[in-house]
């Protein structure tokens, strides 16, 4: 007899590299579940995607309760059949991945895990329905069949970012809250008790409410010093939004340039223009030549 032949794990469809080998079955509903590459795979995902809105859909009409005293019914079996369906798709990416334990306790393994046990758990212990509100955490699955992962890069731009600015935002925000504390100071002296401004704590309520423009209007001052002192703080809230979003903003454009001209081919497949931070080829998996962390050096320099 022919012997079996046995493939090893393809690096460019499954996050978990490395582990055991897979079957020709195994490999081929490894393309299937996390590739993007071919028919089949985008029809799984198109699939799993409409079967993750009516599901979430269905959790949110539930808690309706005429709809749930109208139609609990079709409700239930909606409910359990996307229940056998998605549970027999964790057990298909558990049996094709490489290393089943490290995708398990992965974050996606792990909300596809608990998406899960509130129907088996709701149906085997009494009284637990209210448990059932966690399969809303299928929503976040949304982010794995849109391919997350092809965003990486605009998300590594946002880390980037926030560490360049973080102590710049911090000093903003001790210098906000200082703000803060003098404006709800000076209107609890200002309005006082007679006027609902019952202590300063409660006055600083007002006064961080007021500046980030929320405004529920349960407290209000009623002089004319007052009032203005208002109006000044309305202003101020302003600028609490605009100045971090600029300082930010140019961070991330920073960011995204410098990641645009970062040109660092793979000796393996030649591909160029890899992340900052990149260690390992984005496409085969290869150990690039060196890790480019320009940045982040010039950014620890510029600190």
Same mark, same amino acid.
């Given at each position: 007899?022919?012997?079996?032949?046995?493939?090893?794990?393809?690096?460019?469809?499954?996050?978990?590299?490395?582990?055991?080998?897979?079957?020709?079955?195994?490999?081929?509903?490894?393309?299937?579940?996390?590739?993007?590459?071919?028919?089949?795979?985008?029809?799984?995902?198109?699939?799993?995607?409409?079967?993750?809105?009516?599901?979430?859909?269905?959790?949110?009409?539930?808690?309706?309760?005429?709809?749930?005293?109208?139609?609990?019914?079709?409700?239930?079996?909606?409910?359990?059949?996307?229940?056998?369906?998605?549970?027999?798709?964790?057990?298909?990416?558990?049996?094709?991945?490489?290393?089943?334990?490290?995708?398990?306790?992965?974050?996606? *393994?792990?909300?596809?895990? @608990?998406?899960?046990? $509130? !129907?088996?758990?709701?149906?085997? &212990? %009494?009284? /637990?329905?209210?448990?059932?509100?966690?399969?809303?955490?299928?929503?976040?699955?949304?982010?794995?069949?849109?391919?997350?992962?092809?965003?990486?890069?605009?998300?590594?731009?946002?880390?980037?970012?926030?560490?360049?600015?973080?102590?710049?935002?911090?000093?903003?925000?001790?210098?906000?809250?200082?703000?803060?504390?003098?404006? *709800?100071?000076?209107?609890? @002296?200002?309005?006082? $008790? !007679?006027?609902?401004?019952?202590? &300063? %704590?409660? /006055?600083?309520?007002?006064?961080?409410?007021?500046?980030?423009?929320?405004?529920?209007?349960?407290?209000?001052?009623?002089?004319?010093?007052?009032?203005?002192?208002?109006?000044?703080?309305?202003?101020?809230?302003?600028?609490?939004?605009?100045?971090?979003?600029?300082?930010?903003?140019?961070?991330?454009?920073?960011?995204?340039?410098? *990641?645009?001209?970062?040109?660092?081919?793979?000796?393996?497949?030649?591909?160029?223009?890899?992340?900052?931070?990149?260690?390992?080829?984005?496409?085969?998996?290869?150990?690039?030549?060196?890790?480019?962390?320009?940045?982040?050096?010039?950014?620890?320099?510029?600190?």
């Amino acid at each position: 007899m022919k012997r079996r032949e046995r493939y090893h794990f393809d690096a460019r469809h499954d996050p978990f590299l490395g582990g055991r080998t897979l079957s020709p079955i195994q490999h081929k509903l490894n393309e299937i579940i996390f590739g993007v590459d071919t028919f089949a795979g985008r029809l799984f995902d198109i699939v799993l995607l409409i079967a993750i809105m009516i599901s979430v859909l269905t959790v949110m009409l539930e808690s309706v309760h005429d709809l749930q005293v109208r139609y609990g019914q079709i409700f239930f079996i909606i409910e359990w059949v996307l229940t056998i369906l998605f549970t027999i798709e964790y057990l298909l990416r558990l049996s094709c991945v490489a290393k089943p334990l490290r995708y398990a306790t992965s974050f996606f *393994g792990m909300v596809d895990l @608990l998406s899960i046990l $509130p !129907t088996f758990v709701a149906l085997a &212990i %009494p009284g /637990s329905q209210s448990l059932l509100v966690i399969r809303a955490l299928r929503l976040l699955r949304v982010f794995r069949v849109l391919k997350i992962a092809h965003c990486m890069k605009e998300a590594n731009y946002l880390w980037i970012a926030f560490r360049a600015t973080q102590s710049k935002i911090l000093v903003f925000l001790v210098v906000v809250m200082t703000i803060i504390l003098l404006m *709800g100071s000076a209107m609890y @002296l200002i309005e006082g $008790p !007679t006027n609902g401004f019952t202590s &300063i %704590p409660k /006055s600083v309520y007002w006064s961080i409410v007021t500046m980030t423009t929320v405004g529920y209007g349960d407290i209000a001052p009623q002089t004319v010093l007052g009032q203005s002192l208002a109006a000044v703080a309305m202003i101020l809230g302003y600028g609490i939004i605009i100045v971090p979003t600029g300082v930010f903003s140019v961070e991330i454009v920073a960011a995204s340039r410098a *990641g645009k001209h970062l040109d660092m081919p793979c000796t393996n497949c030649d591909l160029h223009q890899h992340e900052t931070d990149a260690i390992y080829c984005k496409h085969c998996g290869e150990k690039l030549p060196r890790a480019a962390r320009k940045f982040e050096l010039s950014r620890q320099d510029e600190a």
